[in-house]
Nanobody, 124 residues
Framework: QVQLVESGGGLVQAGGSLRLSCAASGRTVSSYTMGWFRQAPGKEREFVAAISWSGGGTYYANSVKGRFTISRDNAKNTVYLHMNSLKPEDTAVYYC?????????????????WGQGTQVTVSS
């Protein structure tokens, strides 16, 4: 089992930045793909970004490309999401997830473990 705990969410003005963290425990996740998803009220959960086990491959939704950066520190069993130039439409609960396949998949159903989420609110 893997437990994931997200942190770093909060309220920020449009144009601002936040850094989300996701700490994994229970077992090492260094060989797994890690992903970030988000869910806004009344909407389905959507893919935001993913990173391969080595960190050498990163993948982004078109809506965040160029503004968000995903990274990981395998020594700390932690993945990060650096969010810049935030927009009101980025407002959502952000979740991190583990995909044991190690493949760069974007479908939420492909991920095996999920955190509880952290709220990000961007005011205009």
């Amino acid at each position: 089992q893997v437990q994931l705990v997200e942190s770093g969410g909060g309220l920020v003005q449009a144009g601002g930045s936040l850094r989300l963290s996701c700490a994994a425990s229970g077992r090492t996740v260094s060989s797994y793909t890690m992903g970030w998803f988000r869910q806004a009220p009344g909407k389905e959960r959507e893919f935001v970004a993913a990173i391969s086990w080595s960190g050498g491959g990163t993948y982004y939704a078109n809506s965040v490309k160029g503004r968000f950066t995903i990274s990981r520190d395998n020594a700390k069993n932690t993945v990060y999401l650096h969010m810049n130039s935030l927009k009101p439409e980025d407002t959502a609960v952000y979740y991190c997830a583990v995909d044991r396949s190690g493949l760069p998949r974007v479908a939420a159903g492909s991920y095996d473990y999920w955190g509880q989420g952290t709220q990000v609110t961007v005011s205009s």
